[in-house]
């Protein structure tokens, strides 16, 4: 499997060659709409057109803060162009929240949401969902009687059952 990836990646860097798609790309047209995106070339690509050149540069200092404030805060590009926080979903940064419940609200607040099934288990849904509802306490209000349901049911077993 070792050999596979190596070979794998070898033949793909060599047919990116041959067809011509390793190369650099043709500079986008700064002036004309770009795709579907209904943007500018300049929009789109903004250091390609000139707009991303600073007037001063910047100290390595400066830059390895910068990168050092990125990593920390998950902006650097991961993969497919999403960021590190958005492809941890949001696990990754500060996270500042500003609440006016106490500690004690927020504990009593989750021990209810654990005891009725509703903190989130997995794939979106909730425990109670994922357990058919078998977790939690189940209400359920009847705006009938026993006796009018029992009528209901004598009723349409004499219908033959067709309701």
């Known amino acids: 499997m070792k050999n596979f990836t190596r070979v794998f990646a070898l033949s793909t860097i060599a047919l990116a060659m041959v067809t011509g798609s390793a190369y650099a790309a043709d500079r986008p047209d700064c002036s004309s709409i770009q795709g579907f995106s209904g943007k500018l070339g300049r929009d789109l690509y903004p250091g390609n057109c000139g707009q991303a050149n600073p007037s001063t540069p910047k100290s390595r200092d400066q830059v390895q803060a910068e990168l050092a404030s990125a990593q920390q805060n998950g902006d650097i590009v991961a993969g497919m162009g999403f960021t590190q926080r958005e492809l941890s979903h949001g696990t990754i940064g500060p996270v500042t929240v500003a609440s006016d419940n106490t500690r004690e609200q927020v504990k ?13 288990a997995g794939m ?29 049911l004598v009723q349409w077993k004499k219908t033959g059952g067709t309701n």
Not at 108 to 120: F, P, T
């Open 108 to 120: 009593s607040e989750l021990a209810q949401a654990q005891r009725n099934g509703d903190i989130v």
């Open 124 to 152: 979106g849904f909730t425990q109670r969902e994922l357990s058919h509802g078998t977790i939690g306490p189940v209400t359920v209000a009847s705006t009938k009687t026993r006796e009018q349901v029992y009528s209901e």
